[in-house]
């Protein structure tokens, strides 16, 4: 190989990885680069698989999360038969959080200030959105409700341009176009009305995606342990919850009250385990893998997944415009997910 020097052919047998390296050395010198470069390049390029498969992994746990807080419309629902808004969440929270510390307690050692300042914020942020969406649902229909909690998927786009300067991708914004619309189809009725209540779910919204960018900051931060901020925001959300239940809603029982019937206890479990304990630590671990607007765009399933809980274990009645806009809403989720260039090679 010492008088290597002109390009081989595609045809060339190479049988020996040594061999290969050491014409591709040589094929380097000739063009004036090295082998440092030549794997340097190779690197980046299982760098940037890597990410793709993290990403992918961040969607598949935001999309689990997804159906598990579609899915807690419905529990919801069956456990304020005999609990009140604040008592509802001070139980579900402080229970999910003494879940979840219980069994990564090993992960849960020593938390850094700054992993206890970001959930503190993030407790704080929830409380305002569970206060507004309480007494937003108090003074509006449901179907308003549903049409305004879920414009987060076009609120977070629209604050990462304003606040961030981070353009998002030109496919994400066609997505969350589609899905206002599927979610219009999907959750307003005939009668589209302002309410009192209108102001106050339009601020839910807010909440969500500040909620979602403040994540996304939070997770990416060298000094924050994402798994310990998923817990941690759980147990204030719980003890913030708990004080205004007792101060505002004045429990009958005791300190505070707690379900008398089986059915409620089972949805208030099922509420703890997985739309609390598990989705609440998906997310903050999926939000290091993927933006906060692609999770927003992923979150925009929820009143899908709401409408087909409600469909089967509440015998709800759809019209086909609802189908319809539920199948704009998958069809834009699958729109952001498809890779159209790989189709094209």
Known sequence: LRGFRAKPSKNVFLPKTALRERIGDAIAKEHGCTSIDRGRRRQAEDLNGETADRRRVGDVLIGVTTVFWGASYFLNDVVL???????????????SFALTFIVL??????????????????????????VAASYGLMNTSVSNAGFLGGLAVIITPTISIVLLKKKPERRLMICAAICVVGIALLTLSDELTINPGDVLCLSV????????????????DREVNALQVGVCQQGFLGAFAFIIAVLLERPERGLIDLPSSANVWIALILLTVFCSAAAFVFQSVAQQWTSAVRAGVIFAMEPVVAGACAHIFANERLLPRNYLGGALMVASLLFSEIDFGKIRR
């Open 105 to 130: 307690f090993p992960k849960m050692r020593r938390p850094s200030r700054a992993t206890l300042k970001y959930s503190a914020l993030l407790a704080g942020l929830l409380v305002f959105i569970y």
């Open 81 to 95: 038969a005999e609990l009140r808004p604040f008592t509802l969440t001070a139980v579900r929270f402080i229970l």
């Open 205 to 220: 919204s807010f909440g969500n995606s500040v909620h979602l960018l403040l994540t996304e900051r939070a997770v990416r």
